[in-house]
């Protein structure tokens, strides 16, 4: 990976970076069925997360998402993960899912957004951690309401439905030098890693009408945006959020679809969470929000002409 550019402080001054390394990244698979519809799998994998261009980039641009300047850090290296995976698999059907599994991932010098001083307030920029570790469990579910059709009474018209479900709970540390942040704590949670992900899914096909129907739901839990070195960190709070889509077959040829992406529009909000002692050495906890609106629902209608058939 190379770039190359000019300070921002000194425009004659050139800025050449070359991150030039042969790595090996090993991976191993095992796995052992229990019989035709079920096993169990270990997985190692080593990966790698090189710096984006505009990561290491030695000067400033504006991001009119964050209303921030962010500023490129130069001395960025690459960041190493060593991924360790435990599954059990289990398929009832050709169309259902069952999967259990636990993980844990070790970061070698993970890159991390932070907020630093500028003379005009507050800039982005982007530095390596000593090193961090998230470990956890996840579970997926995919299930067909094919079996209901044999039944005799109301149930029998779901039979079109299957629903899907997957959710992550993560522990999530990282290590860093206390004395540029300002948490007093030597660990705390890794930027832009949630302690829990969950969604939802239900899908509607009736083949014989023609019609599609899915409903769609995730919700994150809270997580760091940017971490804060004399300030607190910045943190997302969750939100739900939820997604229709309707496909609707109109003759041969001739197919409409219609969708709403976040129906609920709930608010994007992010908070900083203060903790001081007042004036009579009372302890306090704050909570202030430091970004939030709401970013609207998309609602959109298509037509789809097929030629081919």
């Known amino acids: 990976q190379e770039m190359h550019s000019f300070s921002s402080d000194n425009a004659s001054e050139a800025v050449n970076i070359i991150i030039d390394k042969t790595n090996l990244f090993p991976s191993a698979n095992l796995s052992f069925n229990f019989t035709e519809k079920s096993l169990a799998r270990i997985s190692y994998g080593l990966t790698i997360n090189r710096p984006e261009f505009r990561e290491i980039a030695p ?27 435990l599954r059990y698999e289990y398929y009832p059907s050709p169309s259902e899912t069952f999967v259990l599994g636990v993980f844990y991932k070790n970061f070698d010098k ?32 995919r299930k067909s309401l094919q079996s209901l059709a044999k039944k005799d009474n109301f149930l029998r018209y779901l039979k079109d439905f299957m629903l899907v479900a997957n959710a992550s709970f993560i522990k999530s540390e990282i290590k860093l030098d206390t004395a540029k942040f300002y948490s007093a704590e030597a660990k705390r949670p890794m930027q832009g890693q949630s302690p829990y992900i969950v969604n939802l899914g239900l899908y509607y096909q009736d083949n014989d009408h023609g019609l599609m129907v899915s409903l769609l ?58 903790k001081y002692t007042d004036t009579k050495a009372a302890t306090v906890n704050r909570q202030q929000s430091t970004l939030d609106y709401k970013p609207g629902s998309l609602y959109s209608l298509g037509v789809v002409v097929n030629f081919n058939r």
């Open 59 to 85: 000067f400033a641009f504006y991001d009119f998402e964050m209303k921030k300047l962010v500023r490129g850090n130069p001395e960025l290296e690459n960041a190493k993960i060593s991924n360790f995976d």
């Open 110 to 141: 993970p890159i991390e957004t932070i907020e630093i001083n500028s003379g005009s307030g507050k800039d982005y920029t982007f530095q390596n951690a000593l090193g961090a570790k998230n470990y956890g469990a996840e579970i997926e579910i």
């Open 217 to 274: 739901y995730n919700v994150i839990g809270k997580r760091i945006v940017v971490v804060g070195l004399d300030t607190p960190d910045v943190y997302e709070m969750p939100r739900n959020v939820l997604d229709l889509t309707i496909t609707k077959d109109l003759g041969k040829n001739l197919q409409i679809k219609a969708g709403v992406q976040d129906i609920l529009n709930q608010h994007v909000v992010e908070k900083q969470f203060v």
